[in-house]
């Protein structure tokens, strides 16, 4: 399956900006779509934003105008730019690939996610 690697987490002001990394290894037939989920202490696994296969977007209504995602199909990289951030954005910030693989002489969906990195907003 295809592996995933998050980085850019760490402490940061009110205020501030971030920008998350997810880099993955090995090869799909073709990604249904891309997103970053959050999870915050107590708190149930939440999606912050997703990407699909045509590029379209979707975010959060709490992320929405602060936070934007992009991908670079060619080095297989999805990122988050985190801009104005709050207390409340911080969490445990996981990168997620829905895709399609070949498995034997079919094909099939997969899912991947990395191991997650630490997001820290404080007031």
């Known amino acids: 399956q295809v592996q995933l690697v998050e980085t850019g987490g760490g402490l940061v002001q009110a205020g501030g900006s971030l920008r998350l990394s997810c880099a993955a290894s090995g090869s799909v037939l073709s990604i249904n779509s891309m997103g970053w989920y959050r999870q915050a202490p107590g708190n149930q696994r939440e999606l912050v934003t997703q990407?699909?296969?045509?590029?379209?977007?979707n975010y959060a209504d709490a992320v929405k105008g602060r936070f934007t995602v992009s991908r670079d199909n060619a080095r297989n990289l999805l990122y988050l730019q985190m801009n104005s951030m709050k207390p409340e954005d911080t969490g445990v910030y996981y990168c997620n690939w829905n895709y399609k693989r070949v498995y034997g002489l079919v094909t099939r969906d997969f899912s991947s996610w990395g191991q997650g990195t630490q997001v820290t907003v404080s007031s």
């Open positions: 990407i699909s296969k045509d590029g379209s977007t």
